[in-house]
């Protein structure tokens, strides 16, 4: 019947128009080129990409966008705020006229796959060229992690460091004089902390859940010393002792807080991070794992009661290294499909290495600044509560994770079994830790 | 001596003349044409052969075989939980919006006063945008804070946590999906409004109650559209992406953009989707030739779904339609 045959045609149009819209998208690419041939002094306009978007973090960086134009009138910077990941990832693919020349990421933990896949393109002719050694320029910590297996493709653009923040008035009220130091120290002053009302919290002392805004795997990671990695590049968290503590105490500290149930329907009405009504704020969580950047959000919020900060506790038997934290950071590169790499260069080399284009950038927005000159600056913001950051950043056992040709899928393959083990749903921890291991080693190969 | 037969040959004016007619008809099909190889011929070619190359958009694609096609039946840890979730959706969501818009269509046609704000209240929310409508859901079904459970506490009925809760998360969908139902009901309150008032009476006068009439009379009449709702459903529901997306993203707390990751699928991988693994492979993870073998095999399944539906038809549809 003819008209069976229309209706069987619209519908296979209208089926394969799934395969079609999925790879429509893919069909024009463009093509990273090695080698910079541009003139840096010749007249030209660079396209910089960012993912700031708060009015203050935007003023500051065109601030210092302007002071870079005024020292290379010949390169003119169109700026474009606010951008996410996801839309820098398919930029840097694609190209053309519209795409950036100089782009910057707050995900650290894509650089393995930037890197291992030339979307930034190789900064270390243009190093050389300018005779700068990161190693000498940049905080140790930094500079390993805006590389990849030797290749470096981004610089740090100011960096994070994590610590830990606590209500002065909640302190004083139950009666803690001091910061906790150790995990022990902190689950006994977490519970002292948390005040119970009905099925919730009238004050919870700490919010453990994996989801709990800054409580990730990774974060709660480097205070344990988590490897990751074995030295074939091999997962290795089932057999590494440090990997299973962090679980493990993740979980005690969770069920001694009321248990996750309890715990992740008070965190699903807590306010919005990045808002005036964080839960920090607002006094309904007394002590918060978090950035530097909270001292000034919460300074800017006009509290009611004073906060302190100090680095993160440390597990009891690596108490030698209270001082450290988790470091993470905005990166920048090159776009590897951009045509004018020289001109890049100089922006880049002006953001990331400039003294005083990163210290007046650091103070603006409350990060740490990322160059070892810029530490030393005595025009760097003097406050204690930011200084404990700068502290925590320089320890010399602060660490991010490893890079991965993968970039942080990883991560987060480990912190989905973190999801599962808090709340009860995977039963047997070791059995767990043998198939994270086992589906990172997959995901790595096949992104090899 | 073999035989040949010879055929006059055509003269050339009638040789032009089927030239013509051939180039007036291929001018006629031109757009059609046009648009079927750029936006269907050509993308389903490429995906096929991007699906056996290793190729992330950088470097020029390299032959890698059957290896993607075993990483994602084999090794990728998203895939079959996705396609679970979007069997799920389409075997649940698409029998449950079908009922409950032919359902709502019914009751609409019935209704002698205030027909017209009946119609509205159940259309406007089809105009929401989704981000928009799924974030609200979100918000109503907080299980720490959202009015829903605070009624469903207040009454002493158990409060589910909703999108939070693995067990919860796709019924909740479900509900999102179903509250924005106005698409099938116009089409549904069309289709019965267009059956023969006759037929009713016939009906009536033989002593059919309100569900014979039903069965023998409203049914055979709407049956064609009921296939098209069916049909329509499974088709976008297999593109089911936004909505699980945003809940997730929204339930989860994790908020793009601040460095920190999102993984699909939260709570659990539970409202992960074929179409959210497919943009995790090929745009996340530039994975092009993994994303373009899971792209395939939903369009083997949606091609699939459509010819069993398209055959079965003739179950319950009538001779003339």
Same mark, same amino acid.
């Given at each position: 019947?003819?008209?069976?045959?229309?209706?069987?045609?619209?519908?296979?149009?209208?089926?394969?128009?799934?395969?079609?819209?999925?790879?429509?998208?893919?069909?024009?690419?463009?093509?990273?080129?090695?080698?910079?041939?541009?003139?840096?002094?010749?007249?030209?306009?660079?396209?910089? /990409?960012?993912? /700031?978007?708060?009015?203050?973090?935007?003023?500051?960086?065109?601030?210092?966008?302007?002071?870079?134009?005024?020292?290379?009138?010949?390169?003119?910077?169109?700026?474009?705020?606010?951008?996410?990941?996801?839309?820098?990832?398919?930029?840097?693919?694609?190209?053309?006229?519209?795409?950036?020349?100089?782009?910057?990421?707050?995900?650290? $933990?894509?650089?393995?796959?930037?890197?291992?896949?030339?979307? +930034?393109?190789?900064?270390?002719?243009? +190093?050389?060229?300018?005779?700068?050694?990161?190693?000498?320029?940049?905080?140790?910590?930094?500079?390993?992690?805006?590389?990849?297996?030797?290749?470096?493709?981004? @610089?740090?653009? +100011?960096?994070?460091?994590?610590?830990?923040?606590?209500?002065?008035?909640?302190?004083?009220?139950?009666?803690?004089?001091?910061?906790?130091?150790?995990?022990?120290?902190?689950?006994?002053?977490?519970?002292?902390?948390?005040?119970?009302?009905?099925?919730?919290?009238?004050?919870?002392?700490?919010?453990?859940?994996?989801?709990?805004?800054?409580?990730?795997?990774?974060?709660?990671?480097?205070?344990?010393?988590?490897?990751?990695?074995?030295?074939?590049?091999?997962?290795?968290?089932?057999?590494?002792?440090?990997?299973?503590?962090?679980?493990?105490?993740?979980?005690?500290?969770?069920?001694?807080?009321?248990?996750?149930?309890?715990?992740?329907?008070?965190?699903?009405?807590?306010?919005?991070? /990045?808002?005036?009504?964080?839960?920090?704020?607002?006094?309904?969580?007394?002590?918060?794992?978090?950035?530097?950047?909270?001292?000034?959000?919460?300074?800017?919020?006009?509290?009611?009661?004073?906060?302190?900060?100090?680095?993160?506790?440390?597990?009891? $038997?690596?108490?030698?290294?209270?001082?450290?934290?988790?470091?993470?950071?905005?990166?920048?590169?090159?776009?590897?499909?951009?045509?004018?790499?020289?001109?890049? /260069?100089?922006?880049?080399?002006?953001?990331?290495? $400039?003294?005083?284009?990163?210290?007046?950038?650091?103070?603006?927005?409350?990060? @740490?600044?990322?160059?070892?000159?810029?530490?030393?600056?005595?025009?760097?913001?003097?406050?204690? +509560?930011?200084?404990?950051? @700068?502290?925590?950043?320089?320890?010399?056992?602060?660490?991010?994770?490893?890079?991965?040709?993968?970039?942080?899928?990883?991560?987060?393959?480990?912190?989905?079994?973190? @999801?599962?083990?808090?709340?009860?749903?995977?039963?047997?921890?070791?059995?767990?830790?043998?198939?994270?291991?086992?589906?990172?080693?997959? $995901?790595?190969?096949?992104?090899? | 001596?073999?035989?040949?037969?010879?055929?006059?040959?055509?003269?050339?004016?009638?040789?032009?003349?089927?030239?013509?007619?051939?180039?007036?008809?291929?001018?006629?099909?031109?757009?059609? =044409?046009?648009?079927?190889?750029?936006?269907?011929?050509?993308?389903?070619?490429?995906?096929?052969?991007?699906?056996?190359?290793?190729?992330?958009?950088?470097?020029?694609?390299?032959?890698?075989?059957?290896?993607?096609?075993?990483?994602?039946?084999?090794?990728?840890?998203?895939?079959?939980?996705?396609?679970?979730?979007?069997?799920?959706?389409?075997?649940?969501?698409?029998?449950?919006?079908?009922?409950?818009?032919?359902?709502?269509?019914? =009751?609409?046609?019935?209704?002698?006063?205030?027909?017209?704000?009946?119609?509205?209240?159940?259309?406007?929310?089809?105009?929401?945008?989704?981000?928009?409508?799924?974030?609200?859901?979100?918000?109503?079904?907080?299980?720490?804070?959202?009015?829903?459970?605070?009624?469903?506490?207040?009454?002493?009925?158990?409060?589910?946590?909703?999108?939070?809760?693995?067990?919860?998360?796709?019924?909740?969908?479900?509900?999102?999906?179903?509250?924005?139902?106005?698409?099938?009901?116009?089409?549904?309150?069309?289709?019965?409004?267009?059956?023969?008032?006759?037929?009713?009476?016939?009906?009536?006068?033989?002593?059919?109650?309100?569900?014979?009439?039903?069965?023998?009379?409203?049914?055979?009449?709407?049956?064609?559209?009921?296939?098209?709702?069916?049909?329509?459903?499974?088709?976008?529901?297999?593109?089911?992406?936004?909505?699980?997306?945003?809940?997730?993203?929204?339930?989860?707390?994790?908020?793009?953009?601040?460095?920190?990751?999102?993984?699909?699928?939260?709570?659990?991988?539970?409202?992960?989707?074929?179409?959210?693994?497919?943009?995790? =492979?090929?745009?996340?993870?530039?994975?092009?030739?993994?994303?373009?073998?899971?792209? =395939?095999?939903?369009?083997?399944?949606?091609?699939?779904?459509?010819?069993?539906?398209?055959?079965?038809?003739?179950?319950?549809?009538?001779?003339?339609?």
């Amino acid at each position: 019947m003819p008209r069976n045959r229309r209706t069987k045609g619209a519908a296979l149009a209208a089926t394969a128009a799934t395969a079609a819209i999925s790879l429509l998208a893919t069909a024009c690419t463009g093509s990273a080129e090695s080698g910079a041939t541009d003139d840096p002094n010749a007249k030209t306009t660079l396209t910089f /990409w960012h993912g /700031w978007s708060a009015p203050g973090e935007v003023a500051a960086i065109e601030a210092n966008i302007d002071s870079f134009e005024k020292k290379h009138p010949n390169i003119k910077v169109k700026v474009v705020k606010g951008i996410t990941d996801d839309k820098l990832n398919q930029a840097l693919r694609a190209g053309g006229s519209n795409a950036p020349d100089v782009v910057s990421s707050f995900t650290t $933990d894509n650089v393995g796959r930037f890197c291992s896949t030339d979307a +930034l393109a190789d900064l270390k002719p243009f +190093l050389e060229k300018s005779k700068i050694d990161p190693a000498r320029t940049f905080l140790p910590q930094m500079a390993k992690y805006t590389e990849h297996e030797g290749k470096r493709c981004a @610089v740090p653009l +100011l960096g994070d460091a994590y610590g830990l923040y606590y209500n002065k008035k909640a302190f004083a009220e139950a009666g803690i004089t001091a910061p906790p130091k150790t995990l022990s120290e902190f689950d006994k002053v977490a519970e002292k902390l948390t005040k119970s009302k009905g099925d919730s919290y009238r004050q919870l002392g700490f919010m453990p859940n994996f989801q709990g805004y800054e409580t990730t795997f990774e974060h709660y990671a480097s205070q344990f010393g988590v490897r990751y990695f074995d030295a074939e590049g091999r997962s290795a968290l089932a057999g590494d002792p440090a990997a299973k503590a962090l679980f493990t105490w993740q979980k005690n500290l969770a069920d001694r807080l009321g248990g996750y149930k309890k715990l992740e329907k008070f965190r699903t009405g807590l306010g919005d991070e /990045w808002g005036p009504k964080h839960p920090f704020h607002t006094g309904q969580v007394a002590m918060q794992l978090d950035g530097e950047w909270r001292g000034k959000m919460a300074q800017d919020a006009d509290l009611d009661f004073e906060i302190g900060a100090a680095p993160f506790p440390v597990p009891d $038997d690596r108490a030698a290294d209270y001082g450290k934290g988790y470091l993470s950071g905005t990166i920048l590169g090159i776009a590897g499909v951009s045509r004018k790499q020289n001109a890049a /260069w100089e922006l880049v080399k002006y953001l990331s290495t $400039d003294t005083d284009a990163v210290v007046s950038f650091a103070n603006a927005i409350h990060n @740490v600044p990322s160059t070892i000159a810029a530490l030393k600056s005595p025009k760097l913001n003097n406050d204690p +509560l930011y200084r404990t950051f @700068v502290d925590i950043a320089q320890h010399p056992k602060s660490s991010h994770a490893p890079s991965s040709v993968n970039g942080g899928a990883f991560l987060l393959t480990a912190q989905d079994l973190g @999801v599962r083990y808090e709340a009860g749903r995977e039963k047997d921890l070791d059995a767990g830790l043998k198939e994270t291991d086992a589906q990172v080693d997959k $995901d790595n190969e096949q992104a090899r | 001596m073999a035989a040949t037969t010879l055929r006059p040959p055509a003269s050339r004016a009638l040789r032009a003349k089927h030239r013509r007619s051939a180039l007036r008809t291929l001018g006629f099909l031109s757009p059609w =044409l046009i648009g079927f190889t750029v936006f269907f011929a050509y993308p389903l070619v490429s995906t096929v052969y991007f699906s056996f190359m290793e190729y992330d958009g950088f470097a020029p694609p390299v032959w890698v075989g059957l290896k993607n096609w075993s990483y994602v039946f084999n090794d990728y840890a998203f895939f079959w939980p996705a396609l679970r979730n979007t069997l799920w959706l389409v075997a649940v969501m698409v029998a449950l919006r079908v009922l409950f818009g032919l359902g709502v269509g019914l =009751l609409i046609t019935k209704i002698k006063t205030g027909a017209g704000v009946f119609r509205t209240l159940f259309y406007l929310p089809y105009l929401a945008p989704p981000v928009a409508a799924t974030m609200s859901f979100v918000f109503l079904l907080n299980p720490g804070t959202g009015p829903v459970n605070t009624i469903l506490e207040s009454v002493g009925l158990p409060a589910p946590g909703w999108f939070t809760d693995p067990a919860w998360s796709k019924p909740s969908l479900t509900i999102l999906a179903l509250w924005c139902i106005g698409d099938l009901m116009v089409i549904f309150m069309a289709a019965l409004l267009d059956v023969p008032k006759e037929q009713y009476e016939a009906a009536e006068l033989d002593g059919a109650r309100a569900w014979q009439r039903f069965r023998y009379v409203t049914f055979p009449n709407i049956s064609p559209i009921v296939l098209f709702a069916v049909v329509t459903g499974v088709i976008a529901t297999m593109q089911y992406y936004t909505e699980p997306l945003v809940a997730a993203k929204v339930a989860s707390g994790v908020i793009g953009g601040s460095g920190q990751q999102f993984e699909p699928g939260y709570p659990d991988r539970t409202t992960l989707t074929v179409p959210q693994t497919i943009y995790n =492979l090929g745009f996340q993870r530039f994975d092009t030739g993994a994303a373009c073998v899971v792209a =395939l095999v939903l369009f083997a399944l949606a091609m699939a779904f459509t010819a069993i539906l398209m055959r079965r038809r003739s179950g319950f549809m009538s001779a003339e339609d």
